[in-house]
């Protein structure tokens, strides 16, 4: 069975633009493609083998269920709430929440910073009532999910500029487990802040009362989906 770089990638739990780069420096055997690169998962398995990644071979076999990478107060416990943020040092915050999360693989945290800070690297999201749902334009494919929570001293210029007109005040970065479990994690975040939970989400509210929010609005949505499915 071959696999494409993306579903290569989040088997492996990390970025695609590693895959590439193991395939040019580190010899990761492949199949071209009509210009496409191919992964034969056998072939892939002894050369992950041989380089000590054994612990990661284990994600070609099976993936994170669906109903876990979707839960949003874990993600946001790992990213953490973070208080009196002056819009100028968001980059400086959001690259020290990405350092946060669990890799194993050498180099790529530092990709993850690369491209935050690279021109037009985050993209804002506005979505009005002061809050914004900040996240890497570029989709990448970890296997592991994050949020923060941060609220802003001065609103930020962002672009485009919120539906209503109201300036940031605080904002929610997010990074999905994979660029598939992207949309469903925005799905979830914007029905909650929209009709659920986190609608009355307040600055001075604790960081308890924040993090119960959200995993009521977890809660919420499974049981939900838990009905549709009835």
């Given at each position: 069975?071959?696999?494409n ?16 780069a ?8 492949y199949?071209?493609d009509?210009g ?5 998962r ?19 076999a ?21 208080r009196?943020?002056p ?15 669990p ?6 945290q530092?990709?993850?910073?690369q491209?935050?800070?690279?021109p037009?690297?985050l993209?804002w ?20 999910g ?11 210029a ?10 940031v ?10 660029p ?5 994690l925005?799905?979830?975040?914007s029905?909650a802040?929209?009709n659920?939970?986190?609608r009355s ?7 308890d009362?924040?993090l ?11 049981k ?7």
């Amino acid at each position: 069975m071959y696999l494409n770089v993306v579903e290569l990638a989040e088997s492996l739990g990390v970025d695609e633009g590693l895959i590439e780069a193991w395939v040019r420096n580190e010899g990761l055997p492949y199949v071209p493609d009509r210009g496409r690169l191919l992964f034969d998962r056998a072939q892939v398995v002894a050369w992950a083998t041989s380089r000590g990644m054994a612990a990661r071979v284990g994600f070609l076999a099976r993936r994170p269920s669906s109903s876990s990478v979707r839960r949003l107060e874990p993600l946001l416990r790992l990213g953490g709430i973070w208080r009196d943020v002056p819009s100028t040092r968001v980059l400086d915050i959001v690259e020290q929440v990405l350092r946060r999360i669990p890799v194993n693989t050498p180099g790529a945290q530092e990709l993850l910073v690369q491209r935050l800070h690279a021109p037009g690297g985050l993209n804002w999201a506005p979505i009005g009532g002061g809050l914004a749902l900040p996240h890497l334009r570029t989709p990448v494919a970890l296997g592991h999910g994050m949020m923060a929570l941060l609220f802003l001293l001065d609103p930020p210029a962002v672009d485009p500029p919120a539906p209503d007109g109201k300036p940031v005040t605080h904002a929610l970065f997010f990074m999905a487990p994979s660029p598939r479990t992207h949309l469903e994690l925005l799905s979830r975040l914007s029905t909650a802040l929209t009709n659920g939970a986190l609608r009355s989400l307040m600055r001075d509210a604790l960081d308890d009362a924040i993090l119960t929010a959200f995993a009521a609005a977890d809660d919420a949505a499974e049981k939900s989906q838990g009905g549709e499915g009835a």
